[in-house]
């Protein structure tokens, strides 16, 4: 489960956005595939072949992951999509509502997932999410009946969550807000007492939105339930390269034509003069739709690459993540006095090909972390977001935990967050939520998950792209320097930020914690 483990983590929980691979029919094993690799980006051809399948229920996908030992402990959701695509077969991913049966029928589902010890239930509903060949995913348009009616389910339980990552219909404007947040409320007030999480970020077209989340959730728990905005440490971006899923010259005419080949003669032939010369003067062609996994905002970035340039950065060997504006390559070209696309052109082939760009896309609107320091100091945020073994071509923000403590308690110039706290917010403010009663904390009688840090020296490495799935699939990875060891249950499963091929770590069941 690196990079998690090798960045302190040491329980993660699986399932997030509302896509996964159980409920699942035989017979729709591959709309499974396609929309994780649509949706979290990562290689279809690797998942099929690395998922031996050999379960339907959600019980029974338990029963194998509890067969097999990690590093890490784990926690898993249930997946609206999966839910909904296992009830409804083709229905659900062709803009159908869900009848009365249809929602019955997904509430006893996820109450059998629950009592068999399920963390929870992820629901997804961004306009952001396709999958591979390009469909809306299931759960995206489902209204405030169907979620209601599936969240019965928490009804007399004493555990589970709710997680829902929404972008609130913002493509549509502001006036859409309300409507999408009343229909998360819908599912929370359903859900017995249940907590619920939000996937809290600052977006461009519409910069304030974030402060609406945080307000209408402190109003939700005003009035007795809990509420959480799931908050991410810095700006989430993407890293834009030759060798990633997404860059800036992937739509242009002359690069397709050369896309194929292998990076060692694609940057053979960009290192001609007159290719360079005649790409830089295309524009993109669409990316997205037509079967495409690639949302329209891929589309429009590429077709305004100037505002994107502004935005654009050398990560570089010590990753800078909360870089000055000066610093970006839009600010460079004007220094300069040459096309912005010709200064991108020559960075993406330092390094044999393999460099890689930052285009912070959310929490980056003032070109700073303020409003994310805002976020992580209010009361009800959690730190989240990452992302840990999902888009893998194009972020690699499961280095958060590490960012957290480098970043916000000790290297940024203004505005730190007290370590102590960090440490809280990351640990026991989230074990809490989630209900673990036996971690978070150093006390006597709770589980020995443990890191110890060399603080002064604890840095960020910067991101590479490894070969390593299954059928040649690759991913970005990101190391760190610093720790000096990582416990899970006392066993030392990462020293010196290697792991050392202890597997301690198991599926941990939303209802069995014991506490000595």
């Known amino acids: 489960l690196a990079p998690s483990s090798i960045h302190g983590v040491t329980t993660c929980a699986m399932g997030s956005c509302g896509v996964g691979f159980a409920p699942v029919r035989p017979t729709d094993h591959a709309k499974l595939v396609e929309l994780m690799e649509g949706v979290e980006d ?173 307000d209408r959730a402190a109003t939700a728990n005003e009035k007795g339930f809990e509420v959480r905005c799931q ?66 905002l891929a589309d429009y970035f590429l077709s305004n690459l100037d505002m994107v340039a502004m935005r654009l950065f050398r990560l570089g060997e010590k990753p800078n993540y909360e870089p000055a504006p000066s610093d970006s390559f839009g600010a460079a070209a004007m220094r300069r006095g040459e096309p912005v696309l010709s200064l991108i052109y020559d960075a993406m082939l330092e390094q044999e090909g393999k460099a890689l760009l930052y285009f912070p896309v959310y929490n980056y609107t003032g070109m700073n972390l303020d409003a994310v320091h805002e976020m992580l100091t209010h009361p009800l945020a959690l730190p989240g977001l990452s992302d840990g073994g999902a888009h893998v071509g194009t972020i690699c923000d499961a280095s958060f935990t590490t960012f ?26 989230t074990a809490r939520f989630l209900g673990l009663r036996d971690r978070g904390r150093l006390a006597p009688g709770l589980r020995a998950d443990v890191n110890i840090i060399d603080f002064d020296q604890l840095e960020l490495l910067p991101p590479t792209m490894l070969q390593d799935l299954p059928a040649g699939g690759q991913r970005l990875m990101q190391g760190a320097k610093g720790y000096i060891a990582t416990l899970v249950n006392g066993e030392v499963i990462a020293r010196g930020g290697e792991l050392t091929g202890a597997r301690p770590g198991r599926l941990v069941r939303a209802h069995s914690q014991r506490v000595s």
Do not use: C
Not at 184 to 209: K, N, Y
Not at 284 to 294: F, I, K, N, Q
Not at 409 to 417: M, P, Q, S, T, Y
């Open 404 to 429: 957290l403590m480098t970043h916000w308690a000790r290297d940024r110039g203004h505005g730190r967050i007290p370590l102590e706290r960090i440490i809280q917010m990351q640990a026991s403010d």
């Open 42 to 214: 990562i290689p279809g051809t690797a998942l099929a072949e690395g998922i031996s399948w050999g379960w339907e229920s959600f019980p029974e996908y338990m029963e194998v992951l509890d067969r097999m030992p990690h590093s890490i402990d784990f926690l898993a959701q249930v997946p609206h999509d999966a839910l909904r695509v296992y009830v409804m077969g083709e229905r659900a991913v062709h803009d159908e509502a869900a009848t009365d049966d249809d929602i019955a029928q997904m509430r006893r589902l996820l109450r059998e997932s629950l009592e068999a010890g399920a963390i929870g239930f992820s629901t997804g509903r961004s306009d952001n999410h396709r999958s591979a060949v390009g469909d809306w995913t299931p759960a995206s348009e489902a209204d405030g009946k169907e979620l209601a009616g599936i969240a019965e389910a928490f009804r007399g339980l004493r555990h589970g969550v709710l997680q829902a990552v929404s972008d609130f219909n913002i493509l549509h404007g502001d006036d859409h807000f309300d409507a999408e947040w009343a229909v998360l409320e819908q599912m929370l007030q359903a859900a017995g007492g249940r907590p619920m999480s939000v996937s809290t970020m600052q977006r461009d077209h519409s910069p304030e939105q974030w402060r609406w989340i945080l």
């Open 231 to 296: 908050v991410g440490a810095r700006g989430i971006g993407v890293m834009l390269g030759l060798q990633a899923t997404f860059h800036p010259f992937m739509g242009f005419p002359s690069y397709k034509a050369i896309s194929r080949l292998p990076l060692a003669e694609r940057i053979e032939a960009m290192r001609d003069p007159a290719l360079k010369e005649r790409m830089i003067a295309e524009k993109s062609e669409p990316v997205a739709g037509d079967g495409s996994m690639l949302p329209p």
